[in-house]
């Protein structure tokens, strides 16, 4: 048996606007039914669906002239587990991960699979309705419904008042909004558990204690709202994408800090997209999986090696389930040398750029057609000056750079002050209309943001945003395209599949790409060649020259002190931990990245 999920977006549904194709067209309706009507959201009308009523025909989904509708079949045992649900034709969860005292709990999944819901219902900000959004059930159903399992006593704790919860929130660059001082006050503000001292010092932040906090980069918010998360005093810590705008150095200490929690017999969560450190990090994993926006599952728990790899493939083999369509793979390959062309686009002599406290100085290289250059290093050595020099957005004090190419840009930071629709911003970075054009289904409908052509850019997520930006910088005409971490934001599934897609548009329209990101899964799988920063940050930054990717690996992890192995089933490369026999052999024999 089977029961119907039906969720309406209720930014996307304008029924004002169009002609009410799912009212008009609906089958149950033509036949004298109420499947689908207009209801009342705040202040509008949106359409409403009775999910009992619906036969899943899916034609008001395919009328429906703004994406607004999504039906799915469900199998009814589903039905039985359903942890919440806000309300008619919104988005439900169903499962839930078990918190567990002194382990890190890796949450691995989508954008819009119920991760803040989660949270917030493990947390007491919200309480489970367990599917009755209609009639809210009280304490004792909730347990009642718990009964038998982990997760009850966790829930008599939050019933009771008796859990407290430290949460690190996604959007740090909120932290000047809501707090108006410097780093020192607002950490000594949440001094719980006197650790300030020692979380400033692991977590890069002694440089930083005297700026206000308006002043810091992207990078020092995220690490003061890690310190400020573990310096609480809780039984439960949740920490949602902690790598953001950090480099790998800066990574693997936030890594270290949320471990010594669990080590202190803490229960810690987290959300993290990066799967090299969430596999570095964590002890445990659950696999979220459904549709995004519209549901979301919980997996059982599985062992970290294995809940990654489960999930790369699309297949869970504990609930026989298969939740996409192909498994991501990667190659061991690590050029595409045959695909790469002698023409050079570009090419620039030795740089500098000084400025009254840096100093930059780039190495002569140059860009071949076809080719992937990858960019990697710590913050603050210079990669993101390179880049806008290449570009032509800042001119070198000493050198100079063969401007006969065009290149566009996508920068860092991203603007959200564009005063227009997603559709708008393509058209203009196009140049023309973009709609039934070749290259919109060549780029648009490859990376899946069609759907986002009539929201406002300021009302777009972290990850619909960094997409529509990518884009945008692909539909300009140029010869290389040079994106600033691309990465930031945007799911483990979107990042393998922005890489791939890259990959193949440098390939087929033979052009030349320039990426500088901190993921190093998503380096490993899209760069061709590598430019290594190395240096002071903040200080001075300098680069090798363009080293061919093996190489460039082994030059960038040896200054890490950290050695990467292959895991035999999905291929991904995987850390190893230090001082354990695989990485003392690949340090001995000075092979720090294995290609197989």
């Known amino acids: 048996m089977e029961h119907r999920i039906a969720v309406i977006d209720d930014e996307l549904c304008k029924p004002k606007k169009c002609n009410l194709e799912c009212i008009n067209f609906c089958p149950v309706n033509k036949s004298g039914g109420k499947c689908i009507v207009l209801g009342e959201y705040g202040n509008n009308q949106i359409a409403v669906i009775d999910e009992d009523l619906c036969n899943g025909c899916g034609i008001c989904v395919k009328k429906c002239p703004y994406d607004a509708i999504t039906i799915v079949n469900l199998s009814h045992e589903l039905g039985e587990v359903k942890m919440h649900q806000y309300g008619i034709n919104s988005f439900r969860l169903y499962k839930l991960p ?47 419904f718990f009964q038998g399992t982990e997760l009850k006593s966790h829930f008599e704790k939050v019933s009771n008042n008796n859990i407290k919860a430290s949460i690190k929130p996604q959007k740090v660059y909120l932290i000047p909004k809501v707090f108006n001082g410097t780093t020192r006050e607002l950490l000594e503000k949440h001094d719980e558990r006197n650790t300030v001292t020692e979380l400033t010092e692991q977590l890069d932040l002694k440089n930083s204690l005297e700026k206000n906090v308006n002043e810091l980069s992207g990078g020092e918010l995220q690490r003061l709202a890690v310190a ?59 696999a979220l999986y459904g549709e995004p926006g519209v549901y979301g599952i919980v997996s059982s728990v599985l062992s ?5 790899n489960v999930f790369l493939d699309g297949y869970l083999p504990n609930e026989n389930v298969r939740f996409r369509d192909k498994a991501f793979r990667f190659e061991t390959s690590t050029s595409k040398e045959d695909f790469i062309q ?21 190495t002569t290289g140059k860009i071949r057609k076809g080719e992937v250059v990858g960019i990697v290093g710590a913050n603050a050595l210079g990669k993101t000056t390179m880049m806008k020099m290449l570009a032509g957005v800042e001119k070198p004090d000493n050198g100079k750079v063969d401007m006969n190419t065009k290149i566009s840009y996508k920068p860092q930071y991203l603007n959200q002050e564009y005063d227009g629709d997603v559709r708008s911003l393509f058209d203009t970075a196009y140049g023309k209309p973009i709609e039934g054009t070749s290259i919109e289904e060549q780029i648009i409908f490859q990376i899946g943001v069609k759907k986002l052509y009539d929201r406002m850019i300021k009302n777009l997520s972290g990850g619909e945003l960094q997409k529509v930006a990518v884009v945008a910088c692909l539909l300009r005409e140029a010869d290389i395209y040079a994106l600033d971490e691309p990465s930031a934001f945007l799911d483990v599934e979107d990042r393998i ?33 590598l430019i290594v920063f190395v240096g002071k940050p903040s200080v001075e930054g300098y680069t090798t020259e363009t080293l061919e990717k093996t190489m460039g690996m082994n030059v960038f992890l040896q200054g890490l002190e950290l050695t990467y192995r292959r895991d035999p089933d999905s291929n991904r490369p995987r850390v190893n931990k230090i001082e354990s026999r695989l990485d003392r052999i690949q340090k001995e024999s000075k092979n720090y990245y294995l290609t197989k």
């Open 98 to 144: 078990t918190p567990k005292k002194g382990s890190v709990i890796g949450l691995l999944g989508r954008n819009g699979m119920g991760k803040t819901t989660i949270v917030n219902i493990l947390s007491g900000s919200i309480k489970p309705n367990i599917g009755s959004y209609e009639n809210e059930p009280n304490w004792e159903d909730i347990l009642k």
């Open 228 to 286: 400020i998360t573990a310096n609480k005093e809780a039984d439960f810590y949740f920490f949602d994408e902690p790598s953001s705008y950090n480099d790998i150095y800066q990574r693997l200490s936030v890594a270290r800090v949320i471990h010594r929690l669990a080590d202190i017999g803490k229960s810690v969560m987290v959300v993290e997209h990066d799967i090299t450190l969430l596999d570095y990090l964590s002890d445990y994993i659950y």
């Open 304 to 308: 970290t090696k294995v809940g990654i």
């Open 342 to 362: 002698n023409e050079v686009l570009t090419e620039y002599s030795d740089l500098e750029k000084y400025y009254n406290t840096f100093k930059l100085k780039v």
């Open 497 to 529: 599949a922005l890489a791939k897609f890259i990959q193949r548009f440098v390939m087929t329209q033979g052009k030349s790409a320039i990426i500088i990101d901190h993921d190093l899964q998503l380096i490993d799988l899209v760069a061709d060649t």
